[in-house]
């Protein structure tokens, strides 16, 4: 049976207040979490979200053989043996696409990997061309029979190589990062992503003993060597970005005055750049960011969404919903994901002015006020996106799907919500299940 929030909206009033914690960031934990497997030793991981993504990357890792050990709320221990199934099996992989970064650690530590193409939010086609390029790259053979890729290495080990991504893409190069720390010689990756996730995973790994440079540049060099150890280091996830940032125009939009904390400010930069020039009153230190509502409108601002440190995707979403309450007319252009934008639908059924140019740009037409609306979240981005769209409305809305979506990345939701003034309950939903 599947959950829903039902929200009762403010029309329009800024009501909310108090301060709101940010969680690790899933993005950073899943990648930390696959990283184990090139450990030789347990691994400590702390500040972990307790996220539905973060629970099935822990239950892979078991499945496969790993010990994995809740040591309390948000901290783990993980010890991989000697020997690990190297099979990931489909109900799982199938359903987060974070599940592929651990092939690249099972392929470089135990010679062989196999895997389904992997599942994850609806949000485009989302190929794996990339990693199957690279494996090859490294020297390794790729067989695909009934939807299921096998990989095995060469005699000796995957072999360091040079190669350059056709697209920035975030989990090819935490692959290929982990696989070429247990490769035979030095790595190099041209055009990789720069998200700080990626920093934050090779940071770690080099304290465990890796041998990372570049990373946050768009070349990494990756000498390989022997397996990393754990002992005397623990991971702590960096903060969550996309959460911060979602709270962050929760509050333009909503709040009196709202404190988001345990955050990094510096990871929100084309956000809080949008925002400003939007007309919201922003302060920021360095890990808290204070937005404080003023007495002018706002106006609309041209979104276009890039590689880090450009606008992200995953906040794309809930700056449209900022938008719909800023004057005049805003470009939205989605250039990462070609089925993002998906979700408008549902928010012109709430009265918002959106015209769909193509499948990547929309036009916005602030301002609006929205109207309380049954709501089906395409991905989970875009799940809570429909929370500030609804907090917003006029009259009650309801959130169906959120276990499937909204659960999958953000902790505690409809707590951290409530604790800033939010009205907010979640229910068993009968007819969405
Ligand atoms: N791409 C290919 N071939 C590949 C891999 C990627 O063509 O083999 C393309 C994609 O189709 C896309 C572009 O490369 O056009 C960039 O996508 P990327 O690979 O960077 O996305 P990802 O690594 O699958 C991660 C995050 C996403 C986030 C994007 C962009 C994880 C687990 N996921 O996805 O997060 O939107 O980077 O920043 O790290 C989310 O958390 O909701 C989420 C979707």
Known sequence: MSESLVIKGFDGARKLAGSVRVTGAKNAA???????????????????????????????????????????????????????????????????????????????????????????????????????????????????????????????????????????SVTVTETFMMAATLAKGTTVIKNAAMEPEIEDLANFLNTCGAKISGHGTPTITIRGGKLLSG???????????????????????????????????????????????????????????????????????????????????????????????????????????????????ALSSMGASIVTMDPHRVLVRGTTSLKGRNLKSPDLRAGLAFVIAAVIAKGESVIHNVDTTIDRGYEDIEDRLRAIGVEVERVRDQSAS
Do not use: W
């Open 231 to 345: 002992k005397g280091h623990t991971y702590k996830t960096m903060p969550d970005r996309i959460d911060a940032g979602s709270f962050l125009v929760l509050g333009a939009l909503a709040a009196k005055e709202l404190t988001i904390t345990d955050c990094n400010p510096l990871h929100l930069e084309a956000l809080i750049e949008a925002l400003r020039t939007a007309g919201v009153h922003i302060e920021t230190t360095k890990n808290t960011i204070v937005v404080r509502a003023g007495n002018k409108a706002y106006t609309g601002v041209g979104i276009k969404t890039h590689e880090y440190p450009g606008f992200p995707t995953d906040l794309q979403a809930p700056m449209v919903i900022f938008l719909t309450q800023a004057e005049g007319e805003s470009m939205v252009f989605e250039t990462i994901f070609e089925g993002r934008l998906n979700y408008v639908e």
């Open 30 to 168: 899943l990648k930390a979490i696959a990283g184990t497997i090139l450990f030789r030793d347990e691994v400590t991981l702390s500040n972990i979200p307790e996220i539905n993504d973060v629970e099935r990357m822990f239950e892979l890792l078991s499945l496969l053989g790993a010990n994995v050990a809740q040591k309390k709320r948000g901290v783990y221990e993980v010890l991989v043996p000697k020997t690990l199934s190297t099979t990931m099996t489909p109900e799982i992989a199938k359903r987060f696409r974070g599940s592929v970064v651990a092939t690249g650690p099972i392929l470089a530590r135990f010679g062989r990997v196999s895997f389904p193409h992997p599942g994850g939010c609806l949000i485009g086609s989302r190929p794996i061309d990339l990693f199957i390029e690279g494996f090859k790259n490294m020297g390794a053979t790729v067989h695909l029979k009934d939807s299921v890729y096998t990989v095995t290495a060469p005699e000796g080990g995957l072999r360091g190589a040079t190669f350059f991504l056709k697209h920035q």
